[in-house]
């Protein structure tokens, strides 16, 4: 009898499911949209229950597609959108309200409160106080009406990331798990106990009874409820998409970076079994546990890319769909002089800024919908770029291939682009789904499906190289850049 290792992949903008086989061949996906809301400007939310039921259902369409049975899927994994905070009833099962995304920004003041002990939650969690994370996010709920804090004071409360409210319900509201990967993102454990921290959870205001359980990343957690399915499956691996992916791109010897260009863009390379503390706002995070073995990375996280994209689409109007932002970009042959500041939910890393805006600098009457679809492109490389030249500056040694996923990864301008600007190899796979193949990789060796990391190395493939073009076009475009970014941001 076949078997296989079932990934979900519980995105920004969707709940999807991905099936797959011992040689990683992607044998059924099923994917389901999620709805955005955005009550305020600068906030964004997702509805709990919508996540379930469509994870739910992608699950049982993926099963029914490959025309299985359960007990034939041998490992799951889950993976996901990381930060994103749910509050909700132990009790009840019932969310105390929406979810609120990484990307939301309401958080600002609290976290401008606690600037003075940066330092302390930069030693400790090798993040910064940004919005970005859990922390002020479940302070903000907790505040929010005095009723959610008497019920997390008497323990009726439950926080998870989207992976623990995902494994709760998976496990009939049983478990209350989640990984060190997503641990590491909260701005409440400590990556080097590995534990929850008392100091920070008390500067937050947090009973630390509302946390998870936090294990490794791969091997036997628990097991599904054998109602949802006939059958019990083994929850064995858990991974923060962004790990996932730097899993999935077998980014697993110290120097090895990947990025991926999803709703935002994230740089992760590994640092080895030690946590190499930045000096240039790159973040220190986890980036998987095996057994005893945590793995340490730094991470240039950039909160809109795709998500600019998308804007181009529903805000400007000068796109229909997004894949067509390619061949628009190629109607002109530079950008017009255009430099696309990506702020629409803030500035991430190196440059840590909530309170900036997003901006188009330089258009002129001969500006045409071309130059701005080709000064996006360039905006998200350029981001990359930024990235990419701090943590050269944090290994000091030059990055001599950078691997790529995600969905604009598909688009080769984009790519040529970004080496043209990096001045590196970008490899991209033929496998399309890295972050889900990640946490299944984590899955199956959790559950001896693959027997160890070097036996995936016979599975993952290269799609395309894009090689650098010697030239002093991107040259300008820094410097342009450069010069742009600077003057924006201390406007």
Not at 185 to 210: K, V
Not at 245 to 259: I, R, T, W, Y
Not at 285 to 294: A, L, M, N, P, R
Not at 412 to 430: A, E, F, G, W, Y
Request: charged content about 20%.
């Amino acid at each position: 009898m076949e078997r296989y290792i079932l990934a979900l992949d519980a995105g920004t903008t969707s709940s999807k499911s991905v099936l797959f086989d011992h040689k990683g061949n992607v044998i059924a996906v099923a994917q389901k949209e999620i709805s955005q809301y955005f009550p305020q400007p600068g906030w964004v939310e997702h509805d709990p229950i919508e996540v379930w039921n469509t994870q739910l259902e992608t699950m049982h369409q993926v099963i029914d597609k490959a025309a299985i049975q359960a007990q034939q899927i041998v490992g799951l994994g889950i993976t996901n959108q990381r930060e994103t905070t749910i509050l909700w009833n132990k009790k009840t099962g019932k969310p105390i309200g929406n979810a609120i995304v990484w990307q939301d920004r309401r958080t600002i003041d609290i976290c401008d409160a606690l600037k003075k002990h940066e330092s302390l939650f930069r030693d400790k969690t090798g993040l910064v106080l940004d919005p970005y994370f859990s922390g002020s996010k479940i302070r903000w709920l907790l505040e929010s009406d005095s009723k959610i804090r008497n019920l997390a004071t008497s323990g009726e409360l439950l926080f998870g990331t989207v992976d623990t409210w995902l494994l709760w319900h998976l496990t009939g509201r049983k478990d209350h798990i989640t990984d060190v990967t997503n641990a590491s993102r909260t701005l409440l454990f400590n990556i080097h106990t590995l534990t929850w921290d008392d100091d920070l959870l008390a500067l937050f205001d947090i009973p630390q009874c509302i946390l998870p359980q936090v294990v490794a990343s791969s091997g036997i957690i628990t097991y599904t409820d054998a109602a949802l399915f006939g059958e019990s499956i083994p929850i064995s691996g858990i991974a923060g998409d962004q790990q996932a992916a730097l899993f999935g791109q077998l980014c697993f010897e110290k120097g090895d970076v990947k990025n991926t260009y999803g709703t935002g863009c994230f740089c992760v390379v590994n640092t080895g079994l030690q946590p190499l503390k930045s000096s240039s706002g790159m973040l220190t995070t986890i980036g998987y546990q095996i057994e005893d073995k945590v793995h340490y990375a730094i991470e240039g996280s950039v909160f809109t890319t795709g998500a600019l994209i998308q804007w181009l689409r529903d805000g400007l109007g000068i796109l229909e769909h997004v894949d067509q932002i390619e061949a628009l970009a190629n109607t002109v042959c530079d950008n017009g002089g255009i430099t696309f500041v990506p702020a629409l939910s803030g500035l991430g890393a190196p440059y840590w800024n909530p309170h900036i805006k997003g901006a188009l600098l330089g258009i002129s009457r001969g500006t045409r919908k071309g130059h701005i679809a080709r000064a996006t492109l360039e905006a998200i490389a350029l981001r990359t770029y930024d990235i990419v030249s701090e943590i050269e500056k944090e290994l000091q040694t030059q990055i001599t291939s950078l691997k790529v996923d995600g969905g604009a990864s598909k688009n080769n301008l984009l790519m040529q682009i970004q080496s043209d600007l990096i001045q590196t190899n970008v490899i991209r796979p033929k496998t399309t789904e890295t972050t889900a193949m990640g946490v299944a990789f984590l899955s199956g060796l959790g559950v001896g499906f693959w027997k160890s990391k070097e036996e995936l190395f016979e599975i993952w493939e290269i799609d395309q190289t894009f090689y650098p073009n010697k030239t002093s076009e991107p040259h300008d475009i820094i410097q342009q850049w450069k010069s742009n970014i600077s003057r924006f941001i201390s406007a």
